[in-house]
């Protein structure tokens, strides 16, 4: 071997070696081991948390299920998550794992001045110690800020059944249905928050409903009003009762004016087929069933397509962490607020700490007092526990991997939840880029294209009628996308002429009420570091003298940049315009001189929704902002609590005060704050079920200037076509083709000419 042949081996090696060297330097890859520090309780964890805690003798604690509300009980147990910069600590520079907690939440019922208390119980999986969390300072949680438990709904069933004994003939008369003995014909109720109109009470407006498929559409025209402020359920009492427009002080008075002839009664007509058998089949389906009705003009009678994947899936999945083409993230499925995806890396690069949901809320109007006082602010009812099974090929594709998840949330055990995650790829349906290059002769220089994919995480709320698809999409580009679906049923009260004011007549005795749908994310944004800065810009018109024709103008637009400060600056209120372009940027500069930056690009039709400052406004002040940008603080981890729903007027959590410090926003640690939305006016289409089409909204997180080139070029999916004068035209490609079976497409032509005919 010649002597310049071996240096080039070597040089040829080192090379080599040093690219290696880089690629681990830089290396998304975390093990599995050290991604477990996001990951959330696993049941043996959750069980010795709730083990511990029994064995603290002080605690008092009780059983969940226990049939009272005077008592001791943990309601939640949930990971918490550690410090952000000694988790940092440990993933990057390899420093001591952080001590791995748990936050339980305790109902102290059984005492004078019953309290909600917060603990953090470590380390685990054996823990030893437990130690208060404290509250937001001035910000302790109310006793009547509590999320209602399961034994209080069964408490206020056998509440609501007593206080309506009188109403029994009433009901039969008019419904058909009733409380007692009723078997399939059975009344239900619909409760609704805010309880009251001040701090300190319980006080719940509920509609009575009858207990059918989709129970949601069908009010009865009654809705009572009851306090259950008392923790003995024997104290609690019908205040008042509203019957089709008017109100009346107690079941009773309603009762005794019906039996006088002093009611405007409405006979509703009867939901169930009054056949059996063979007649009960041909009798039409309720109006809010799923069963299928009507005809297209062009049946299709087929199954529809399908996602095959022949060669498995592009995504490598360890514990709680993805690895897929140049994107790795760690998730988690926070009991009390939702789906969280954590140190998001492209191409080896932090680009987002944490994107999470945060709360969910809708606000209604309606001329009946359960529709004007809706104001559902969903982490109150379980946003993140309510993850109930996805159905393949339905709520997700028949090739998705599905992920179980486990909540301890209002139970006396780990709930097992099968099938609450999903996640898969799937064709996007339009290439990611593409381009035909024309001779403009008749036919093509070259033809270059890559198809679109993306990897799905997806999981579902259903919080009583609404359902919530909660996606995080990742393209091949470096683009993350956070997305909200919303289906399920609308909230709906009994038809009066004056509810037209509020919404519309979906049927003989429903009114859809008018609502806003609210989302608010946090978005832990770490742009090639932890140090960034936040920046617009906009689109500036110019008129200047032509300089190649000086008698004339030119109008042309020009780039107008706009750096921010401080909070208070960067927090954007609606009903203002806010800039196209939202930039976080790093003082690191690529290879042409720009400042490496992602863009914050947001797809929402949300409004401002209550004035600023109104009454339980205050529990939901992010709600101001379609964005606002903070300097990163542990006090400032969550924009809600499981208690801002009971007690909005004096919640535990007030966003607003996270820019009251005013604090500097230039090369720190930032987090923006996104809300989502829109207005749903519901319409006839809503029956059964709100669609999904023109229902989503969200935002993406988009390179800009981040990367020297777009980063989905190291794809093997591109194709490109280059013409030949004879024979076939060459197709080039960096994937082998697939193997023949009854699964393979057909084979890629490509002509690419265009003749006259």
């Not at 059944?161 to 009344?187: I, V, W």
């Not at 009946?368 to 109930?388: F, N, R, S």
């Amino acid at each position: 071997m010649g002597r310049e042949t071996l240096a080039r081996g070597w040089a040829v090696a080192a090379t080599l070696i040093l690219q290696a060297l880089a690629m681990a330097e830089h290396s998304p890859w975390i093990p599995h081991s050290k991604a477990s520090v996001f990951a959330d309780l696993s049941a043996q964890e959750l069980k010795a948390v709730q083990s511990f805690l029994w064995s603290r003798k002080e605690l008092k604690l009780e059983p969940s299920r226990v049939q009272t509300i005077a008592k001791n009980s943990v309601f939640l147990i949930e990971m918490l998550l550690p410090k952000k910069q000694q988790v940092l600590r440990f993933l990057d520079n390899g420093q001591r794992r952080p001590a791995r907690e748990a936050r339980a939440v305790i109902f102290f019922g059984a005492q004078h001045h019953p309290n909600i208390t917060e603990f953090a119980v470590g380390p685990l999986p054996q823990p030893y110690y437990l130690r208060k969390l404290p509250p937001r300072p001035g910000h302790q949680a109310s006793w009547t800020s509590r999320p209602i438990s399961s034994v209080e709904y069964v408490l206020l069933s056998h509440a609501l059944q007593e206080a309506t004994k009188p109403l029994h003939q009433f009901f039969l008369d008019t419904t058909g249905f009733s409380f007692r003995n009723c078997h399939l014909r059975c009344l239900t109720f619909t409760d609704v928050a805010p309880r009251g109109v001040a701090s300190g009470e319980r006080r719940s407006w509920f509609i009575l409903q009858r207990y059918v498929e989709g129970y949601f559409l069908h009010p009865t025209g009654l809705e009572l009003l009851m306090d259950h402020n008392s923790t003995n359920a024997q104290d609690w009492a019908v205040e008042q009762v509203w019957y089709n427009g008017k109100f009346y002080r107690s079941p009773e008075e309603l009762a005794r004016k019906y039996k006088n002839g002093e009611v405007d009664v409405v006979i509703l007509e009867d939901p169930l087929p009054k056949g059996k058998g063979a007649q009960r089949m041909k009798d039409p389906p309720l109006f809010s069933s799923y069963k299928p009705r009507g005809d297209f003009p062009s049946p299709v009678t087929g199954h529809s397509p399908r996602l095959v994947q022949p060669q498995g899936p592009g995504y490598k999945l360890q514990g709680n962490t993805v690895l897929y083409g140049g994107w790795s993230f760690s998730f988690r499925l926070r009991s009390s607020t939702g789906l969280q995806v954590l140190n998001v890396h492209f191409g080896g690069e932090r680009i987002a700490y944490e994107v999470s949901v945060q709360e969910a809320v809708a606000l209604y109007g309606g001329h009946t007092p359960a529709g004007m006082q809706t104001k559902y602010i969903d982490v109150g009812w379980g946003l993140g526990t309510v993850t109930h099974e996805l159905a393949p090929g339905i709520d997700c594709p028949d090739i998705a991997t599905f992920l179980d998840a486990l909540h301890y949330y209002d139970a006396d055990d780990p709930i097992h939840y099968p099938r609450a995650l999903c996640l898969f790829e799937m064709p996007t349906g339009v290439p990611l880029r593409r381009h035909f290059n024309s001779n403009f002769n008749g036919g093509f220089n070259f033809y270059a294209g890559l198809k679109g994919q993306v990897l799905v995480l997806r999981t579902t709320s259903t919080v009583y009628n609404y359902d919530y698809i909660w996606d995080f999409i990742f393209y091949p580009n470096g683009v993350m996308e956070a997305k909200m679906h919303a289906t399920g049923y609308v909230h709906a009260t009994f038809y009066t002429p004056e509810g037209l004011r509020h919404g519309t007549r979906l049927h003989t005795h429903l009114i859809g009420n008018m609502h806003t749908h609210l989302v608010h994310y946090r978005v832990d944004l770490d742009v090639a570091g932890t140090k960034n800065s936040f920046q617009t810009l906009r689109m500036k018109l110019e008129n200047i003298t032509n300089p190649w024709s000086p008698t004339h103008h030119l109008v042309q637009p020009t780039l107008e940049q706009r750096r921010y400060l401080q909070e208070r600056q960067a927090a954007f209120h609606f009903r203002r315009t806010l800039p196209k372009y939202l930039l976080f940027t790093s003082p690191k500069k690529n290879a042409w001189g720009h400042e490496r930056s992602y863009r914050l690009q947001i797809h929402s039709m949300a409004d401002q929704a209550l004035p600023p400052g109104w009454q339980e406004e205050r529990a939901i002040t992010w709600a101001r902002y379609p964005l606002a940008v903070t300097k990163y603080r542990e006090s400032e981890l969550c924009s809600s609590s499981i208690y801002n729903q009971n007690d909005p007027w004096d919640p535990p959590v007030v966003f607003e005060e996270f820019l009251r410090n005013n604090e500097n926003i230039e090369d720190e640690d930032l987090v923006a704050w996104v809300t989502v939305g829109f207005l749903h006016i519901p319409h006839s289409e809503d029956i059964p079920n709100t669609a999904t089409p023109g229902n989503s909204v969200g935002f993406l997180l988009r390179p800009f200037n981040f990367f020297p080139e777009d980063p989905s070029l190291a794809s093997r999916d591109t194709v490109i076509v280059w013409p030949r004068d004879n024979g076939p035209n060459y197709v080039e490609r960096w994937l082998p083709t697939e193997d023949g079976d009854c699964l393979t497409p057909a084979p890629f032509t490509y002509n690419g000419t265009y003749r006259p005919v």
